[in-house]
């Protein structure tokens, strides 16, 4: 049998994933963008979204996304992604928008439009990445950044009394009666992101299901910036991150049902 | 015809809505009409003045220091406007608001007990429109049926039963005007 | 004939965005303009026109709505005054170097900082130069009347779409709080999603179908080369703005000695200013650029051919009086230009206009232009 005999579709196990282009990810190995990228694709390609979808770019190292999925996109500005995705819903309500965002986008200078968004229950997903480190500027301090932990913004690691607490941005969105699903995930082993891609796939659901605001928050290495090998950033997130963020479902419920567990 | 004018007395006295009808009766007499109230804090509980321009031409300025006539409901509005009417032009006022009666004599002066008829015919509302057709009396630039369709249009159409009594009001204005001088 | 409606600057803003089939308006409150919205949501467009009314929780959120939907070939439209104005200048920025159509008005008020409430025209630099990051430029109106802050709704989402560029309706408190005669326009339906895919197609966030390829709004581009060319295709469109979009009104030119420039509620002032400073003997006219970007260069310098003297007369501290100064210069005159205005939020009165003519030129009243200064 020779090779051309092989490649037949209904021999086909795995291919690569349609939505996804061939474009090389800027990303550095071990970081968890791609992985989160490539979850996103394949759900956009499986629940057939690709014409439905528009994506919003964060600012942060996650800029050049709409290089990386074949739909349409708009690069919003550092933190405002939240608001060009509540006039996109409203003004197109049968279209899926989603926002993917860092954790200096979305929680530091973007604060006051996630949370407004949320609190309106814009139709909408939002991704977010949580790597307790600006990446893309080279490595500072980030709202999420725990305490100890040593940016280039915090030489000798995160002082609360000078520099304030890690926060945990999640938990506050989950109060918000906007929203109606709230979860923070992983995708540093295979189970953990098959677990990650249900969780995006519920959010998904949900939005369009007009339930309300669906957030999925996911807790990230960036082992450039934390300057350790792609293996020791996943040994050192599972060790300080996830402690102080732990995975699981924060709230699942219906936009105006309040029903947070925090 | 250029009718420059400024209504000016208390905040609640009507005065911007006496302008608003004023200058929607000039648009049923096909005129142009300009309308630019004091704004802002100066609004809150003080003073309020609308400058009024009816003109069968395009209007320029809606800013004025000059006036063909002023329309003055209370003493701080006669220290600011009475030396603002153009000479020979047109002062009326309501002395009851007004301590110091208007002295210059190179300008028609009336009066119009405004407040008092409106204690007695027991609406204290219709006040400006008292003064409203006081001022129809001296400057009779505009028709009394254009003014009904004035106040149609400025009214919000659940005060168009009060239409009738607006016009009595007017009507009483115009019958109670005094003559102070006429030059 | 349209309907005829007495009304203020700012309600006129509201209908007229409605009438001319506005898909959405997101803004925040701020004095002397909070009309703007409040007509909206009491006129409640959603139900007649499906037209999309959202208070923003900030100015910097309004303009990323803004553009988000014009990313989707919406023709969206946000207002505020100088202060919000400024917080919006990142995201025009934006807009511009993405190449979007969309409207802004300022309904400008006394600054700066927080300023006064009262009317100004010292936003002129930031409308005209750009206002913020780059090199770029907005489709700037000028309105002198209620009817005008009517038609330029329309006229600014026209042009912004031709030139896949953000217009601004450059207004004033004055304007915005006073009430004239409008004649309102008819009612022009919303774009459907097949207008929108057949004028914006090819560049419009609507949902990739499988007969195009995606389609981006961005303004990012990390290869130096690409950046230059996309600087240089503005630059080309703005020329193409400037040979093809100016807009201007002469009041008693012909004759006249010496020019006043004024746009706006300033220009209404100085109409009368022209008409008392003839009673008194002076050869004066008007100048009222309507467009203040694309600038009435070259009628500037047709006039300094003739006349002894120009007065730029805003309500401000002399801004447009420099590209009045600059049009002279390049015409190669030596004319000159001077400037006159209230500031603060007090409007000059039509005689001060003419006392400061008078007192600017004196010279040239008694002895015509100088060769040199």
Redesign the interface.
């Known amino acids: 049998m020779e090779l051309k005999d092989l490649i037949k579709p209904e021999n086909l196990v795995y291919g690569k994933t349609k939505i996804l282009e061939d474009e090389p990810m800027h990303y550095c190995p071990g970081c968890s963008h791609g992985v989160v990228h490539k979850l996103l694709a394949e759900l956009i390609g499986e629940m057939g979204l690709q014409e439905k979808t528009i994506g919003i770019a964060p600012v942060g190292c996650a800029v050049f996304a709409y290089k990386y999925l074949d739909i349409d996109w708009q690069e919003a500005a550092h933190g405002r992604a939240p608001a060009v995705a509540t006039a996109l819903i409203r003004l197109k309500p049968d279209n899926f928008v989603f926002t993917y965002q860092g954790d200096g986008d979305l929680a530091s200078i973007g604060a006051a439009e996630i949370m407004h968004a949320c609190n309106r229950g814009e139709n909408i997903l939002v991704i977010f990445i949580n790597n307790g480190i600006y990446g893309m500027t080279g490595g500072q301090m980030a709202p999420t950044t725990i305490e100890g932990m040593v940016t280039s913004t915090t030489p000798g690691g995160r002082n609360v009394d000078l520099n304030g607490y890690p926060m945990k941005i999640t938990n506050l969105i989950a109060q918000l009666p906007g929203t109606s699903y709230v979860t923070r995930q992983a995708v540093h082993t295979a189970s953990a992101a098959r677990k990650c891609k249900r969780s995006i796939k519920k959010a998904i659901e949900n939005v369009l299901d007009k339930k309300g605001t669906s957030f999925v928050e996911v807790v990230s290495t960036c082992n450039s910036g934390w300057k350790m090998t792609p293996v020791g950033a996943n040994t050192w997130m599972e060790d300080n991150m996830i402690p102080y963020y732990p995975l699981g479902d924060l709230k699942d419920s219906v936009k105006g049902e309040n029903s947070s567990e925090n | 015809m250029t009718e420059e004018m400024i209504i000016a007395g208390f905040g609640g006295q009507g005065v911007l809505s006496m302008g608003k009808i004023l200058a929607y009766s000039g648009i049923m007499e096909d005129k142009e009409v300009t309308w630019f109230p004091s704004y802002g804090p100066e609004m809150r509980g003080g003073t309020a003045n609308v400058t009024v321009i009816i003109s069968d031409t395009r209007i320029s300025s809606p800013i004025l220091q000059q006036f063909d006539t002023a329309i003055i409901l209370n003493q701080q509005s006669m220290d600011k406007f009475e030396k603002s009417v153009k000479p020979g032009g047109t002062l009326l006022y309501d002395p009851n608001g007004v301590l110091t009666p208007p002295s210059r004599n190179d300008i028609n002066i009336y009066k119009v007990e405004g407040t008092k008829t409106a204690i007695e015919m027991g609406n204290p509302k219709v006040f400006n429109m008292i003064v409203f057709g006081s001022y129809l009396k001296v400057r009779p630039i505009l028709s009394l049926d254009n003014v009904e369709k004035g106040l149609e249009k400025s009214l919000p159409e659940r005060y168009h039963k009060l239409i009738p009594l607006n016009l009595e009001a007017i009507k009483k204005g115009q019958a109670i005007v005094e003559t102070v001088q006429e030059v | 004939m349209g309907e005829?409606k007495?009304m203020k600057g700012n309600e006129v803003l509201a209908e007229a965005a409605i009438r001319c089939g506005c898909?959405?308006y997101?803004g925040y409150p701020i004095?002397?303009q909070s009309e703007v919205m409040e007509t909206l949501m009491a006129r409640q467009p959603w139900n007649e026109t499906g037209m999309?009314v959202?208070q923003?929780?900030?100015e910097?959120?309004?303009i990323?709505?803004?553009?988000?939907?014009a990313?989707?070939g919406?023709k969206?439209m946000t207002s505020s005054s100088s202060p919000g104005i400024s917080l919006m200048a990142?995201?025009i920025s934006?807009i511009a170097g993405?190449e979007l159509p969309c409207l802004i008005v300022n309904v400008q008020r006394g600054g700066p900082g927080l300023g006064t409430?009262?009317p100004s025209q010292a936003d002129y630099f930031q409308a005209v130069k750009g206002g913020g990051h780059g090199d770029y430029k907005l489709i700037v109106l000028a309105p002198a009347s209620v009817q005008e802050m009517n038609d330029f709704v329309d006229l600014s989402f026209e042009l912004a779409f031709k030139y896949r560029n953000p217009a601004m309706i450059l207004t004033d408190?004055?304007l915005g709080?006073?009430?004239?005669?409008v004649e309102l326009a008819d009612f022009k339906p919303r774009w459907t999603d097949e207008e929108i895919e057949e004028k914006s197609g090819s560049w419009a966030?609507?949902?990739?179908?499988?007969s195009r390829k995606?389609?981006?709004?961005?303004?990012?581009e990390m290869d130096s080369n690409i950046m230059e060319a996309n600087n240089h295709r503005f630059q080309e469109k703005y020329k193409k703005m400037e040979e093809d979009e100016v807009r201007y009104e002469l009041f008693h030119c012909d004759d006249a000695d010496f020019i006043i420039v004024a746009y706006g509620?300033s220009s209404?002032?100085?109409?009368?200013?022209v008409?008392i400073a003839r009673s008194k003997g002076l050869k004066v006219g008007l100048l009222r650029p309507i467009t203040l970007f694309p600038f009435p260069n070259k009628i500037i310098a047709e006039l300094a051919r003739k006349a002894k003297g120009f007065l730029s007369v805003e309500m401000s501290s002399g801004q447009m009086v420099e590209d009045i100064k600059l049009a002279v210069y390049e015409a190669g005159r030596n004319t000159r230009v001077n400037h006159f205005g209230r500031t603060g939020g007090i409007?000059h009165?039509?005689?001060e206009v003419v006392e400061a003519l008078e007192d600017k030129f004196s010279w040239e009243l008694n002895y015509g232009v100088k060769r040199s200064y």
């Open positions: 005829l007495l898909d959405g997101f004095t002397p999309v959202l923003a929780e900030s910097v959120a309004s990323n709505m803004v553009y988000g939907g990313g989707a919406k969206v990142e995201g934006y993405s409430i009262q408190g004055a709080q006073m009430m004239e005669k966030t609507t949902g990739k179908p499988s995606k389609n981006i709004v961005t303004s990012l509620s209404r002032i100085c109409q009368k200013s008409e409007i009165t039509p005689e």
